[in-house]
Protein backbone atom coordinates (compact mmCIF):
# COMPACT_ATOMS: atom_id res chain seq x y z
CA UNK A 1 0.00 0.00 0.00
CA UNK A 2 1.32 3.21 -0.83
CA UNK A 3 1.25 6.05 2.23
CA UNK A 4 2.77 9.31 2.62
CA UNK A 5 5.53 10.83 4.98
CA UNK A 6 7.22 13.98 5.03
CA UNK A 7 10.93 14.28 5.24
CA UNK A 8 11.75 16.09 8.18
CA UNK A 9 11.58 20.32 8.88
CA UNK A 10 8.74 22.65 8.39
CA UNK A 11 8.25 25.90 7.84
CA UNK A 12 8.66 27.82 11.51
CA UNK A 13 6.54 31.46 10.58
CA UNK A 14 2.81 31.15 9.69
CA UNK A 15 0.61 32.61 7.02
CA UNK A 16 -1.74 33.05 9.40
CA UNK A 17 -1.62 36.36 10.99
CA UNK A 18 -2.40 36.22 15.06
CA UNK A 19 -0.34 33.27 14.94
CA UNK A 20 2.37 32.91 17.53
CA UNK A 21 5.47 34.01 14.76
CA UNK A 22 9.15 32.27 16.52
CA UNK A 23 10.91 34.82 14.67
CA UNK A 24 9.26 37.96 16.71
CA UNK A 25 9.50 35.70 19.84
CA UNK A 26 13.54 35.14 19.16
CA UNK A 27 13.83 39.05 18.82
CA UNK A 28 11.51 39.49 21.72
CA UNK A 29 14.29 36.93 23.50
CA UNK A 30 16.92 39.05 22.53
CA UNK A 31 15.85 42.19 23.89
CA UNK A 32 14.67 40.05 27.17
CA UNK A 33 11.24 41.08 26.64
CA UNK A 34 10.41 37.36 27.42
CA UNK A 35 12.06 34.50 29.17
CA UNK A 36 13.10 31.37 27.57
CA UNK A 37 10.11 29.50 29.22
CA UNK A 38 7.85 31.73 27.09
CA UNK A 39 10.05 31.03 24.06
CA UNK A 40 9.63 27.49 25.13
CA UNK A 41 6.22 27.10 25.29
CA UNK A 42 5.77 28.96 21.66
CA UNK A 43 8.01 26.24 19.93
CA UNK A 44 5.63 23.74 21.40
CA UNK A 45 2.32 26.05 20.41
CA UNK A 46 4.05 26.36 17.25
CA UNK A 47 5.08 22.62 16.97
CA UNK A 48 1.11 21.65 17.70
CA UNK A 49 -0.07 23.79 14.59
CA UNK A 50 2.33 21.88 12.20
CA UNK A 51 1.37 18.62 13.50
CA UNK A 52 -2.84 19.83 12.92
CA UNK A 53 -1.85 20.70 9.42
CA UNK A 54 -0.26 17.15 8.61
CA UNK A 55 -3.23 15.46 9.59
CA UNK A 56 -5.54 17.69 8.22
CA UNK A 57 -3.41 17.45 4.86
CA UNK A 58 -4.14 13.62 5.21
CA UNK A 59 0.04 12.40 5.74
CA UNK A 60 0.23 9.16 6.98
CA UNK A 61 3.62 9.60 8.70
CA UNK A 62 3.93 12.55 10.07
CA UNK A 63 7.46 14.72 11.91
CA UNK A 64 7.31 17.39 14.50
CA UNK A 65 8.30 19.46 12.02
CA UNK A 66 11.91 20.26 13.60
CA UNK A 67 10.59 23.75 14.70
CA UNK A 68 13.54 24.01 17.55
CA UNK A 69 16.01 23.58 15.37
CA UNK A 70 17.93 25.46 12.75
CA UNK A 71 19.28 22.25 10.58
CA UNK A 72 19.67 18.72 11.40
CA UNK A 73 23.37 18.75 13.52
CA UNK A 74 24.05 21.76 15.52
CA UNK A 75 21.23 21.06 17.98
CA UNK A 76 22.97 17.41 18.87
CA UNK A 77 26.41 19.40 18.38
CA UNK A 78 25.47 22.06 21.06
CA UNK A 79 24.19 19.90 23.53
CA UNK A 80 26.66 17.12 24.01
CA UNK A 81 30.27 17.77 25.02
CA UNK A 82 32.86 17.83 22.65
CA UNK A 83 32.05 21.09 20.31
CA UNK A 84 31.95 24.70 19.52
CA UNK A 85 29.27 26.11 17.13
CA UNK A 86 31.61 28.32 14.00
CA UNK A 87 30.68 30.07 11.11
CA UNK A 88 28.23 30.13 8.19
CA UNK A 89 28.42 27.39 5.60
CA UNK A 90 26.17 27.52 2.78
CA UNK A 91 23.48 23.88 2.96
CA UNK A 92 24.64 21.83 -0.09
CA UNK A 93 23.10 23.80 -3.17
CA UNK A 94 20.83 26.24 -1.53
CA UNK A 95 20.66 29.41 -0.50
CA UNK A 96 20.69 28.56 3.19
CA UNK A 97 23.19 28.47 5.49
CA UNK A 98 24.26 26.39 8.85
CA UNK A 99 26.69 27.47 11.61
CA UNK A 100 29.51 24.27 11.08
CA UNK A 101 29.95 22.08 14.68
CA UNK A 102 33.48 22.47 15.25
CA UNK A 103 34.88 18.98 17.06
CA UNK A 104 37.02 20.80 20.29
CA UNK A 105 37.38 17.86 22.75
CA UNK A 106 36.11 14.10 23.49
CA UNK A 107 32.34 14.21 22.05
CA UNK A 108 30.39 12.86 24.72
CA UNK A 109 26.41 12.85 25.09
CA UNK A 110 24.53 14.90 27.71
CA UNK A 111 20.62 14.63 27.22
CA UNK A 112 18.10 14.28 24.83
CA UNK A 113 17.53 16.52 22.10
CA UNK A 114 15.04 15.20 20.07
CA UNK A 115 12.51 12.93 22.08
CA UNK A 116 10.65 15.89 23.85
CA UNK A 117 9.38 17.25 20.76
CA UNK A 118 8.40 13.87 19.40
CA UNK A 119 6.70 13.38 22.54
CA UNK A 120 4.78 16.14 22.03
CA UNK A 121 3.84 15.94 18.59
CA UNK A 122 2.89 11.95 18.98
CA UNK A 123 0.52 13.32 21.79
CA UNK A 124 -1.16 15.66 19.19
CA UNK A 125 -0.92 13.09 16.31
CA UNK A 126 -2.51 10.62 18.42
CA UNK A 127 -0.72 8.32 15.91
CA UNK A 128 2.77 7.65 14.29
CA UNK A 129 5.40 10.21 14.13
CA UNK A 130 8.53 9.70 12.56
CA UNK A 131 11.34 11.15 14.86
CA UNK A 132 14.59 12.64 12.21
CA UNK A 133 18.34 12.43 13.33
CA UNK A 134 21.38 12.88 11.35
CA UNK A 135 23.13 9.97 10.27
CA UNK A 136 26.72 9.42 12.28
CA UNK A 137 28.39 9.60 8.72
CA UNK A 138 26.93 13.13 7.14
CA UNK A 139 27.17 14.24 10.95
CA UNK A 140 30.72 14.02 10.68
CA UNK A 141 31.09 15.15 7.11
CA UNK A 142 29.17 18.67 8.62
CA UNK A 143 31.15 19.29 10.92
CA UNK A 144 35.14 20.02 11.25
CA UNK A 145 37.15 18.30 13.07
CA UNK A 146 40.14 19.91 15.31
CA UNK A 147 40.77 17.42 17.68
CA UNK A 148 39.78 13.60 16.62
CA UNK A 149 42.34 13.66 13.46
CA UNK A 150 41.19 9.90 13.02
CA UNK A 151 38.25 9.21 11.12
CA UNK A 152 37.31 6.14 12.89
CA UNK A 153 37.47 7.33 16.46
CA UNK A 154 35.23 10.22 15.62
CA UNK A 155 32.60 8.47 13.90
CA UNK A 156 32.52 5.70 16.31
CA UNK A 157 31.96 8.48 19.19
CA UNK A 158 29.49 10.41 16.93
CA UNK A 159 27.37 6.91 16.43
CA UNK A 160 27.50 6.60 20.59
CA UNK A 161 25.97 10.28 21.13
CA UNK A 162 23.28 9.22 18.37
CA UNK A 163 23.26 5.64 19.78
CA UNK A 164 22.26 7.69 23.01
CA UNK A 165 19.61 9.65 20.91
CA UNK A 166 17.77 6.22 19.77
CA UNK A 167 17.82 5.19 23.18
CA UNK A 168 15.77 8.17 24.25
CA UNK A 169 13.53 8.13 21.65
CA UNK A 170 12.76 4.56 21.56
CA UNK A 171 11.68 5.04 25.48
CA UNK A 172 9.41 7.91 24.45
CA UNK A 173 7.69 5.28 22.09
CA UNK A 174 9.21 6.26 18.99
CA UNK A 175 8.39 3.49 16.57
CA UNK A 176 9.90 5.35 13.43
CA UNK A 177 13.23 6.98 13.14
CA UNK A 178 14.83 8.28 10.13
CA UNK A 179 18.36 8.97 9.87
CA UNK A 180 19.35 11.54 7.43
CA UNK A 181 22.50 10.95 5.47
CA UNK A 182 22.99 13.37 2.91
CA UNK A 183 26.62 13.76 2.73
CA UNK A 184 26.97 10.19 1.35
CA UNK A 185 25.81 10.46 -2.07
CA UNK A 186 28.66 12.50 -2.83
CA UNK A 187 31.69 10.14 -0.99
CA UNK A 188 30.30 6.79 -2.33
CA UNK A 189 33.70 5.18 -1.21
CA UNK A 190 32.73 6.14 2.20
CA UNK A 191 29.62 3.36 1.91
CA UNK A 192 31.46 0.56 4.61
CA UNK A 193 32.37 3.09 6.78
CA UNK A 194 29.29 5.14 7.07
CA UNK A 195 26.96 1.54 7.42
CA UNK A 196 29.27 0.09 9.96
CA UNK A 197 28.72 3.36 11.92
CA UNK A 198 24.86 3.32 11.34
CA UNK A 199 24.29 -0.47 11.80
CA UNK A 200 26.16 0.42 15.61
CA UNK A 201 23.56 3.16 15.98
CA UNK A 202 20.90 1.06 15.58
CA UNK A 203 22.12 -2.78 16.85
CA UNK A 204 19.55 -4.50 18.66
CA UNK A 205 17.40 -1.47 19.44
CA UNK A 206 13.35 -2.01 17.80
CA UNK A 207 11.68 0.35 15.64
CA UNK A 208 11.61 0.70 12.02
CA UNK A 209 14.69 2.75 10.82
CA UNK A 210 14.73 5.35 7.70
CA UNK A 211 17.95 6.12 5.89
CA UNK A 212 17.29 9.24 4.12
CA UNK A 213 18.89 11.00 1.08
CA UNK A 214 18.54 14.32 -0.39
CA UNK A 215 19.90 16.85 -3.20
CA UNK A 216 21.95 14.24 -5.24
CA UNK A 217 22.30 11.08 -7.12
CA UNK A 218 22.20 8.00 -5.32
CA UNK A 219 22.84 5.96 -8.15
CA UNK A 220 26.21 4.90 -6.64
CA UNK A 221 25.46 3.91 -2.86
CA UNK A 222 21.97 2.16 -4.31
CA UNK A 223 23.67 -1.06 -4.92
CA UNK A 224 25.09 -1.41 -1.74
CA UNK A 225 21.78 -0.19 0.22
CA UNK A 226 21.72 -4.05 1.64
CA UNK A 227 24.51 -3.07 3.58
CA UNK A 228 22.34 -0.35 6.26
CA UNK A 229 20.27 -2.29 8.58
CA UNK A 230 17.64 0.41 7.91
CA UNK A 231 13.58 -1.00 6.96
CA UNK A 232 12.98 1.92 4.69
CA UNK A 233 15.36 3.71 2.24
CA UNK A 234 13.95 7.34 0.94
CA UNK A 235 15.44 9.35 -2.02
CA UNK A 236 14.65 12.64 -3.53
CA UNK A 237 13.16 12.01 -6.55
CA UNK A 238 13.39 15.86 -7.64
CA UNK A 239 16.48 16.99 -7.75
CA UNK A 240 18.06 13.69 -9.66
CA UNK A 241 14.35 12.12 -11.45
CA UNK A 242 16.64 8.90 -12.01
CA UNK A 243 16.74 8.30 -8.52
CA UNK A 244 13.54 6.76 -9.03
CA UNK A 245 14.35 4.07 -11.12
CA UNK A 246 17.77 3.40 -8.37
CA UNK A 247 15.20 2.76 -5.89
CA UNK A 248 13.11 0.46 -8.13
CA UNK A 249 15.78 -1.19 -8.89
CA UNK A 250 17.90 -1.84 -5.36
CA UNK A 251 15.94 -1.10 -2.91
CA UNK A 252 15.29 -5.13 -2.57
CA UNK A 253 15.18 -5.73 0.94
CA UNK A 254 14.18 -2.68 2.30
CA UNK A 255 10.76 -0.66 1.50
CA UNK A 256 11.72 2.63 -1.13
CA UNK A 257 10.36 5.95 -0.12
CA UNK A 258 10.27 8.40 -3.14
CA UNK A 259 10.39 11.98 -2.62
CA UNK A 260 8.31 13.26 -5.51
CA UNK A 261 7.35 16.07 -4.08
CA UNK A 262 8.98 18.87 -4.62
CA UNK A 263 10.05 20.96 -1.64
CA UNK A 264 12.52 23.22 -3.17
CA UNK A 265 10.13 24.83 -5.72
CA UNK A 266 6.76 26.23 -5.30
CA UNK A 267 5.59 25.18 -8.32
CA UNK A 268 2.96 22.49 -7.56
CA UNK A 269 3.17 19.24 -9.24
CA UNK A 270 -0.14 18.31 -11.25
CA UNK A 271 -2.36 15.73 -9.84
CA UNK A 272 -2.64 13.58 -12.77
CA UNK A 273 1.15 13.43 -13.40
CA UNK A 274 1.89 12.16 -9.31
CA UNK A 275 -0.94 9.16 -10.06
CA UNK A 276 1.51 8.15 -13.05
CA UNK A 277 4.06 7.91 -11.05
CA UNK A 278 2.23 6.28 -8.21
CA UNK A 279 0.51 3.86 -10.45
CA UNK A 280 4.59 2.86 -11.75
CA UNK A 281 5.47 2.47 -8.23
CA UNK A 282 2.46 0.35 -6.87
CA UNK A 283 2.38 -2.01 -10.03
CA UNK A 284 6.41 -3.01 -9.15
CA UNK A 285 5.87 -2.71 -5.38
CA UNK A 286 3.13 -3.84 -3.11
CA UNK A 287 4.41 -1.21 -0.05
CA UNK A 288 5.90 2.07 -0.66
CA UNK A 289 6.11 5.75 0.99
CA UNK A 290 5.67 8.61 -1.54
CA UNK A 291 7.10 12.02 0.45
CA UNK A 292 8.44 15.70 -0.54
CA UNK A 293 11.64 15.47 -2.01
CA UNK A 294 13.00 17.25 0.91
CA UNK A 295 12.82 19.09 4.18
CA UNK A 296 9.94 21.75 3.40
CA UNK A 297 11.40 24.47 5.42
CA UNK A 298 12.66 26.10 1.93
CA UNK A 299 9.30 26.94 1.21
CA UNK A 300 7.44 29.68 3.04
CA UNK A 301 4.62 28.63 5.10
CA UNK A 302 1.81 28.62 2.35
CA UNK A 303 3.37 27.20 -0.23
CA UNK A 304 4.61 23.80 2.01
CA UNK A 305 0.68 23.70 3.11
CA UNK A 306 -0.55 23.55 -0.51
CA UNK A 307 2.60 20.42 -1.05
CA UNK A 308 1.70 18.56 2.02
CA UNK A 309 -2.36 18.60 0.92
CA UNK A 310 -1.72 17.68 -2.44
CA UNK A 311 0.29 14.58 -1.52
CA UNK A 312 -2.27 13.90 1.29
CA UNK A 313 -5.01 14.39 -0.94
CA UNK A 314 -3.04 12.18 -3.92
CA UNK A 315 -2.15 9.29 -1.80
CA UNK A 316 -5.33 8.58 -0.69
CA UNK A 317 -7.23 9.17 -3.74
CA UNK A 318 -4.91 6.80 -5.07
CA UNK A 319 -5.80 4.40 -2.53
CA UNK A 320 -9.28 4.96 -3.44
CA UNK A 321 -10.36 7.01 0.04
CA UNK B 1 47.50 48.61 -6.68
CA UNK B 2 46.19 47.44 -2.98
CA UNK B 3 43.26 49.74 -3.77
CA UNK B 4 40.67 49.49 -0.91
CA UNK B 5 36.71 49.26 -1.43
CA UNK B 6 34.03 47.08 -0.08
CA UNK B 7 31.60 44.17 -1.38
CA UNK B 8 28.48 46.44 -1.97
CA UNK B 9 26.08 46.15 1.03
CA UNK B 10 26.42 48.67 3.91
CA UNK B 11 24.36 48.59 7.51
CA UNK B 12 20.66 51.02 7.26
CA UNK B 13 20.66 53.77 9.93
CA UNK B 14 17.97 53.11 12.33
CA UNK B 15 15.79 56.07 10.98
CA UNK B 16 15.55 54.69 7.48
CA UNK B 17 15.50 50.93 9.11
CA UNK B 18 12.45 52.27 10.84
CA UNK B 19 11.22 54.15 7.84
CA UNK B 20 11.46 51.06 5.56
CA UNK B 21 9.00 49.67 8.29
CA UNK B 22 6.62 52.46 8.26
CA UNK B 23 6.59 52.67 4.51
CA UNK B 24 5.80 48.60 4.22
CA UNK B 25 2.95 49.12 6.70
CA UNK B 26 1.45 51.90 4.45
CA UNK B 27 2.09 54.98 6.79
CA UNK B 28 5.44 56.39 4.84
CA UNK B 29 4.80 57.69 1.02
CA UNK B 30 7.34 56.20 -1.75
CA UNK B 31 9.11 59.59 -2.10
CA UNK B 32 9.13 59.85 1.73
CA UNK B 33 11.54 56.78 1.91
CA UNK B 34 13.63 57.56 -1.16
CA UNK B 35 13.87 61.05 0.38
CA UNK B 36 15.62 59.06 3.86
CA UNK B 37 17.29 56.61 1.40
CA UNK B 38 19.74 59.34 -0.53
CA UNK B 39 19.90 60.83 2.98
CA UNK B 40 21.41 57.32 4.07
CA UNK B 41 23.49 57.01 0.90
CA UNK B 42 24.99 60.74 1.27
CA UNK B 43 25.98 59.58 4.64
CA UNK B 44 27.72 56.54 3.35
CA UNK B 45 29.51 58.17 0.81
CA UNK B 46 31.13 60.91 3.23
CA UNK B 47 31.51 57.92 6.15
CA UNK B 48 33.46 55.92 3.08
CA UNK B 49 35.43 58.97 2.08
CA UNK B 50 36.45 59.64 5.87
CA UNK B 51 38.09 56.16 5.94
CA UNK B 52 39.74 56.36 3.27
CA UNK B 53 38.51 54.17 1.08
CA UNK B 54 39.59 54.33 -2.78
CA UNK B 55 36.92 53.02 -4.65
CA UNK B 56 33.05 53.55 -2.85
CA UNK B 57 29.68 51.62 -3.34
CA UNK B 58 26.74 53.40 -3.05
CA UNK B 59 25.67 51.34 0.42
CA UNK B 60 22.76 49.83 -1.19
CA UNK B 61 20.57 51.68 1.00
CA UNK B 62 17.55 51.27 -0.96
CA UNK B 63 17.58 47.62 -1.35
CA UNK B 64 16.10 44.78 0.79
CA UNK B 65 17.73 41.87 -0.57
CA UNK B 66 20.27 41.84 -3.47
CA UNK B 67 17.46 39.65 -5.61
CA UNK B 68 14.44 40.50 -4.06
CA UNK B 69 15.44 44.48 -5.15
CA UNK B 70 15.53 43.23 -9.05
CA UNK B 71 12.86 40.95 -8.70
CA UNK B 72 10.49 44.46 -8.06
CA UNK B 73 11.88 45.76 -10.78
CA UNK B 74 11.27 43.08 -13.46
CA UNK B 75 8.16 42.31 -15.62
CA UNK B 76 7.49 38.44 -14.72
CA UNK B 77 8.76 38.25 -11.18
CA UNK B 78 6.61 38.01 -8.16
CA UNK B 79 7.84 37.68 -4.64
CA UNK B 80 7.56 34.73 -1.93
CA UNK B 81 6.42 35.50 1.68
CA UNK B 82 9.06 34.76 3.92
CA UNK B 83 11.53 31.79 3.93
CA UNK B 84 14.54 31.20 6.36
CA UNK B 85 17.98 31.73 5.46
CA UNK B 86 19.80 30.77 8.40
CA UNK B 87 19.28 31.31 12.01
CA UNK B 88 16.52 33.66 12.67
CA UNK B 89 17.18 35.75 9.29
CA UNK B 90 14.44 35.43 6.74
CA UNK B 91 13.99 36.44 3.52
CA UNK B 92 11.48 37.18 0.33
CA UNK B 93 12.19 34.79 -1.91
CA UNK B 94 11.79 36.29 -5.98
CA UNK B 95 9.51 34.11 -7.92
CA UNK B 96 9.84 33.78 -11.72
CA UNK B 97 6.53 33.83 -12.52
CA UNK B 98 5.95 34.90 -16.39
CA UNK B 99 8.94 35.78 -19.24
CA UNK B 100 11.13 38.24 -17.76
CA UNK B 101 11.32 41.88 -18.74
CA UNK B 102 13.48 45.00 -17.92
CA UNK B 103 10.95 47.84 -18.42
CA UNK B 104 13.11 50.26 -17.65
CA UNK B 105 17.11 50.92 -15.89
CA UNK B 106 16.97 49.93 -12.77
CA UNK B 107 20.54 50.94 -10.67
CA UNK B 108 21.53 53.96 -13.26
CA UNK B 109 19.52 57.00 -11.05
CA UNK B 110 20.95 55.59 -7.43
CA UNK B 111 24.40 55.49 -9.33
CA UNK B 112 24.54 58.49 -10.58
CA UNK B 113 22.92 60.44 -7.49
CA UNK B 114 26.34 58.64 -5.58
CA UNK B 115 28.67 59.18 -8.30
CA UNK B 116 27.51 63.27 -8.19
CA UNK B 117 28.56 63.25 -4.51
CA UNK B 118 32.19 62.20 -4.74
CA UNK B 119 35.35 62.49 -7.06
CA UNK B 120 36.21 59.12 -6.49
CA UNK B 121 34.94 56.10 -8.49
CA UNK B 122 31.86 54.36 -7.37
CA UNK B 123 30.85 51.07 -8.65
CA UNK B 124 27.94 49.72 -10.16
CA UNK B 125 26.28 47.23 -8.43
CA UNK B 126 24.24 44.27 -9.77
CA UNK B 127 23.47 40.59 -8.73
CA UNK B 128 24.56 38.21 -11.69
CA UNK B 129 22.40 36.10 -14.01
CA UNK B 130 23.19 32.77 -12.20
CA UNK B 131 22.46 33.91 -8.84
CA UNK B 132 18.91 35.75 -9.75
CA UNK B 133 18.02 32.56 -11.06
CA UNK B 134 18.96 30.37 -8.21
CA UNK B 135 17.93 32.20 -5.71
CA UNK B 136 14.15 32.60 -7.04
CA UNK B 137 11.61 30.41 -7.68
CA UNK B 138 10.76 29.39 -10.90
CA UNK B 139 7.23 28.65 -11.88
CA UNK B 140 7.12 29.92 -15.46
CA UNK B 141 10.29 28.41 -17.64
CA UNK B 142 11.03 24.83 -18.43
CA UNK B 143 14.61 25.03 -17.60
CA UNK B 144 16.93 26.56 -15.45
CA UNK B 145 19.54 27.41 -18.36
CA UNK B 146 16.26 29.22 -19.81
CA UNK B 147 16.00 31.32 -16.49
CA UNK B 148 19.33 32.25 -16.26
CA UNK B 149 19.86 33.12 -19.99
CA UNK B 150 16.87 35.49 -19.57
CA UNK B 151 18.47 37.39 -16.77
CA UNK B 152 21.94 37.52 -18.57
CA UNK B 153 20.34 39.56 -21.14
CA UNK B 154 18.08 41.84 -19.36
CA UNK B 155 21.17 42.59 -16.82
CA UNK B 156 23.28 43.24 -20.02
CA UNK B 157 20.75 46.07 -20.91
CA UNK B 158 21.63 47.09 -16.93
CA UNK B 159 25.68 47.21 -17.55
CA UNK B 160 25.38 49.24 -20.71
CA UNK B 161 23.73 51.62 -19.39
CA UNK B 162 25.70 51.71 -15.88
CA UNK B 163 28.58 52.05 -18.22
CA UNK B 164 26.85 55.08 -20.58
CA UNK B 165 25.99 56.81 -16.63
CA UNK B 166 29.62 56.59 -16.21
CA UNK B 167 30.33 53.94 -14.37
CA UNK B 168 34.24 52.91 -14.46
CA UNK B 169 33.46 49.56 -11.80
CA UNK B 170 30.33 47.08 -12.55
CA UNK B 171 29.86 44.38 -10.28
CA UNK B 172 27.81 41.41 -11.03
CA UNK B 173 27.39 39.44 -7.88
CA UNK B 174 27.42 35.59 -8.49
CA UNK B 175 27.55 34.63 -4.83
CA UNK B 176 25.82 31.06 -6.03
CA UNK B 177 28.16 30.37 -8.46
CA UNK B 178 29.86 27.92 -6.25
CA UNK B 179 26.79 26.41 -5.68
CA UNK B 180 26.81 23.15 -8.36
CA UNK B 181 30.37 22.98 -10.29
CA UNK B 182 28.02 21.66 -12.69
CA UNK B 183 26.28 24.69 -13.83
CA UNK B 184 29.32 26.47 -13.93
CA UNK B 185 29.78 26.58 -17.91
CA UNK B 186 26.27 27.73 -17.82
CA UNK B 187 27.35 30.85 -15.49
CA UNK B 188 30.01 31.34 -17.42
CA UNK B 189 28.34 31.51 -21.05
CA UNK B 190 25.62 33.81 -18.89
CA UNK B 191 28.45 36.29 -17.64
CA UNK B 192 29.77 36.77 -21.32
CA UNK B 193 26.01 37.68 -22.15
CA UNK B 194 25.95 40.08 -19.52
CA UNK B 195 29.80 42.02 -19.77
CA UNK B 196 29.90 41.47 -23.95
CA UNK B 197 31.07 44.19 -25.70
CA UNK B 198 31.76 46.38 -21.99
CA UNK B 199 34.76 48.45 -21.83
CA UNK B 200 34.32 48.98 -18.02
CA UNK B 201 36.33 47.35 -15.58
CA UNK B 202 33.85 44.55 -14.64
CA UNK B 203 34.22 42.87 -10.93
CA UNK B 204 32.40 39.51 -10.06
CA UNK B 205 31.59 38.36 -6.17
CA UNK B 206 31.23 35.12 -4.85
CA UNK B 207 31.30 33.80 -1.14
CA UNK B 208 30.29 31.27 1.24
CA UNK B 209 30.88 27.73 -1.18
CA UNK B 210 33.75 25.47 -1.41
CA UNK B 211 36.26 27.20 -4.36
CA UNK B 212 38.16 24.09 -4.67
CA UNK B 213 35.03 22.58 -6.76
CA UNK B 214 35.24 25.34 -9.21
CA UNK B 215 38.59 26.72 -9.74
CA UNK B 216 40.56 26.79 -11.94
CA UNK B 217 37.06 26.76 -14.35
CA UNK B 218 36.56 29.75 -12.83
CA UNK B 219 38.88 31.70 -14.18
CA UNK B 220 36.89 31.36 -17.58
CA UNK B 221 34.19 33.50 -15.96
CA UNK B 222 34.03 36.76 -18.36
CA UNK B 223 34.67 39.53 -15.82
CA UNK B 224 38.18 41.45 -15.28
CA UNK B 225 38.24 40.30 -11.45
CA UNK B 226 37.24 37.93 -9.03
CA UNK B 227 36.08 39.18 -5.79
CA UNK B 228 36.76 36.27 -2.78
CA UNK B 229 36.81 36.04 0.76
CA UNK B 230 39.35 34.72 2.47
CA UNK B 231 39.53 36.14 6.40
CA UNK B 232 36.17 33.90 7.05
CA UNK B 233 38.07 30.72 6.39
CA UNK B 234 41.63 31.94 8.46
CA UNK B 235 42.87 32.16 4.59
CA UNK B 236 43.24 28.43 4.62
CA UNK B 237 41.51 28.73 1.06
CA UNK B 238 44.34 30.53 -0.47
CA UNK B 239 45.77 27.02 -1.21
CA UNK B 240 43.70 26.49 -3.69
CA UNK B 241 45.13 29.38 -5.99
CA UNK B 242 48.40 28.90 -6.33
CA UNK B 243 48.06 26.33 -9.18
CA UNK B 244 47.22 26.80 -11.72
CA UNK B 245 48.53 30.56 -11.73
CA UNK B 246 45.07 33.10 -10.88
CA UNK B 247 45.14 34.80 -13.78
CA UNK B 248 42.59 37.69 -13.40
CA UNK B 249 42.73 40.59 -10.96
CA UNK B 250 41.61 39.40 -7.06
CA UNK B 251 39.52 41.59 -4.87
CA UNK B 252 41.12 40.11 -1.59
CA UNK B 253 39.08 39.58 1.14
CA UNK B 254 40.53 40.05 5.11
CA UNK B 255 37.09 41.21 7.28
CA UNK B 256 35.27 38.33 8.24
CA UNK B 257 31.64 39.67 8.08
CA UNK B 258 29.82 37.25 9.70
CA UNK B 259 31.80 37.89 13.33
CA UNK B 260 31.28 41.25 15.52
CA UNK B 261 35.03 40.79 16.43
CA UNK B 262 37.11 43.78 15.01
CA UNK B 263 40.05 41.76 13.58
CA UNK B 264 43.61 44.10 14.48
CA UNK B 265 45.44 46.10 11.69
CA UNK B 266 48.56 43.12 12.96
CA UNK B 267 46.40 40.07 11.62
CA UNK B 268 45.06 41.85 8.42
CA UNK B 269 48.61 42.87 7.45
CA UNK B 270 49.46 39.28 7.91
CA UNK B 271 46.66 38.41 5.73
CA UNK B 272 47.29 40.86 3.08
CA UNK B 273 50.61 39.36 3.34
CA UNK B 274 49.52 35.87 2.44
CA UNK B 275 47.88 37.30 -0.31
CA UNK B 276 50.39 39.13 -2.32
CA UNK B 277 52.65 35.40 -1.99
CA UNK B 278 49.62 33.59 -4.13
CA UNK B 279 48.48 36.28 -6.12
CA UNK B 280 51.11 39.41 -6.33
CA UNK B 281 50.59 42.75 -5.22
CA UNK B 282 50.26 44.42 -8.56
CA UNK B 283 46.74 42.42 -8.65
CA UNK B 284 45.30 42.92 -5.46
CA UNK B 285 42.35 45.12 -4.47
CA UNK B 286 41.62 44.76 -0.61
CA UNK B 287 38.32 44.87 0.76
CA UNK B 288 35.50 42.84 3.24
CA UNK B 289 34.50 39.24 2.71
CA UNK B 290 31.33 40.29 1.79
CA UNK B 291 28.58 43.37 1.99
CA UNK B 292 28.65 44.48 5.93
CA UNK B 293 25.10 45.14 6.08
CA UNK B 294 25.03 42.39 8.60
CA UNK B 295 27.27 44.44 10.83
CA UNK B 296 26.27 47.38 12.70
CA UNK B 297 27.77 50.83 11.11
CA UNK B 298 29.99 51.05 14.57
CA UNK B 299 31.62 48.02 14.07
CA UNK B 300 31.51 47.93 9.71
CA UNK B 301 33.65 51.48 10.26
CA UNK B 302 35.86 50.23 12.83
CA UNK B 303 36.99 47.13 10.71
CA UNK B 304 37.09 49.00 7.57
CA UNK B 305 39.75 51.89 9.59
CA UNK B 306 41.83 49.10 10.60
CA UNK B 307 42.16 47.82 6.47
CA UNK B 308 42.64 51.22 5.26
CA UNK B 309 45.64 51.39 8.28
CA UNK B 310 46.57 47.82 7.58
CA UNK B 311 46.88 48.54 3.46
CA UNK B 312 48.95 51.79 4.23
CA UNK B 313 51.46 49.64 6.39
CA UNK B 314 51.64 47.61 4.01
CA UNK B 315 52.30 49.83 0.95
CA UNK B 316 54.91 51.60 3.11
CA UNK B 317 57.05 48.30 4.08
CA UNK B 318 56.75 47.77 -0.26
CA UNK B 319 57.73 51.59 -0.82
CA UNK B 320 54.23 51.63 -3.07
CA UNK B 321 53.12 55.28 -1.90
Not at chain 2, 38 to 64: P, S, W
Not at chain 2, 200 to 219: E, N, Q
Not at chain 2, 286 to 297: A, F, N, Q
Request: proline share 4%; charged share 25%; glycine share 6%.
Amino acid sequence: MLKSTVTGNYPKLPTQKGDINIRRMLHRLDKAEIDRQELEQAFDTVTARVVREQLDSGIDLLTDGQIRWDDIVTPFASQADGFEINGLIRWFDNNVYYRKPTVVSDIKWRKPVAANAFRLASTQAGKAVKAVLPAPYSFMRLSEDCYYHNQDRLLADLAALLRAEVEALVEAGAEHIQFDDPCLQYHAEDLPLAAEALNSVVKGLHATFWLCFYFGSIEKIAPDFGAFDVSVIAADCVSVPANCEQLLRFAHHQIPCFGVVDARNIKLEQDDILRQKYERISLLLPDAYISTSCGLEFLPHASALEKIRLLGRTVKRFRGE
Amino acid sequence: MLDTTTVGSFPKPDYLQKARTQHSAGKLSDMGLHELELQATREIIRQQEEVGLDILVHGEMERGDMTTYFAEKLVGMGISDLVRSYGNRYYRKPIVADALQRPAPMTIETFKYAQSLTDKPVKGMLTGPYTMCDWSFNTHYETRREVVLAFARLLHDEVRDLQSAGAKYIQIDEPAISTRPEELPLAIEAMAIVTEGIRAKTISHICYGDFRTIYPLILELPVDQLDLEFANSGYVNLDIFRTPRFTKEIAFGVLDIHNHRIETVEEIVSGIKKGIDVFGVEKMTIDPDCGLKTRTTEESFAKLRNMVAAVRQVKSELGLH
